[in-house]
């Protein structure tokens, strides 16, 4: 069945740096364009950012741009979300999604939870 496991959540300190993870199985991973959200406590999911299935075109929120890059490896059927320069405003739960800017955001994980606090 389609499975997407997010992982590298995590506390961390104003200014630091994350990686999060995500593993694809149950589809053609390659074939589908892939997106990253997120969701603090008590305001709506947000798309962070998207990327088509070859990698090649990526696309983020105002919010984040410039501090986040979301890539893929296909051979590895792993979507992943460099996060910079966090700041607290960036704590929520990080999920990844089949899709890529408007959706369809067909199937997704289950989130990882980043916290940014000093």
């Known amino acids: 069945q389609v499975q997407l496991v997010e992982s590298g959540g995590g506390l961390v300190q104003p200014g630091a740096s994350l990686k999060l993870s995500c593993a694809a199985s149950?589809?053609?991973?390659?074939?589908?364009?892939m997106a990253w959200h997120r969701q603090a406590p008590g305001k709506e999911r947000e798309w962070v950012a998207g990327?088509?299935?070859?990698?090649?075109?990526?696309t983020y929120a105002d919010s984040v741009k410039g501090r986040f890059t979301i890539s893929r490896d296909n051979a590895k059927n792993t979507l992943y979300l460099d996060m910079n320069n966090l700041d607290p405003n960036d704590t929520a739960v990080y999920f990844c999604?089949?899709?890529?800017?408007?959706?369809?955001?067909?199937?997704w994980g289950q989130g990882t939870q980043v916290t940014v606090s000093s």
């Open positions: 990327i088509t299935n070859g990698g090649s075109i990526t």
């Open positions: 999604s089949t899709g890529y800017y408007t959706g369809p955001f067909e199937y």
């Open positions: 149950g589809f053609g991973f390659a074939s589908k364009a």
